[in-house]
Nanobody, 122 residues
Framework: QVQLVESGGGLVQAGDSLRLSCAASGRTRDYAMAWFRQAPGKEREFVAAVTRSGDNTDYTDSVKGRFTISRDNAKNTVYLQMNSLKSEDTAIYYC????????????????WGQGTQVTVSS
């Protein structure tokens, strides 16, 4: 079983950067990892995912070129570097883990963190 704890959220201005971290209690190398987000009044949506090795990543179109997902399996930590933030990036950001393969589907992730709030003012 894996426990996930996100950190790094906050209030920033449009154009600023933030780096989110997701610390896992177990061996993250056994899990594909992803970030999802949920904006007020909207459903939770996929943001980015990274394979177990870190060699491959995937992003939703709206963050491509601005966000970078990465992982450090030695530290059991996954990161989301967010640059050129926009007001529409405002959401609660969740870290998620699933065995073996990445997915863009929320229902396929077994483990979730509690979320960290990101607010971007325009």
């Amino acid at each position: 079983q894996v426990q996930l704890v996100e950190s790094g959220g906050g209030l920033v201005q449009a154009g600023d950067s933030l780096r989110l971290s997701c610390a896992a209690s177990g061996r993250t190398r056994d899990y594909a990892m992803a970030w999802f987000r949920q904006a007020p009044g909207k459903e939770r949506e996929f943001v980015a995912a990274v394979t177990r090795s870190g060699d491959n990543t995937d992003y939703t179109d709206s963050v491509k070129g601005r966000f970078t997902i990465s992982r450090d399996n030695a530290k059991n930590t996954v990161y989301l570097q967010m640059n050129s933030l926009k007001s529409e990036d405002t959401a609660i950001y969740y870290c998620a883990a699933r065995e073996y393969y990445v997915s863009k589907l929320e229902r396929e992730y077994r483990y979730w963190g509690q979320g960290t709030q990101v607010t971007v003012s325009s």
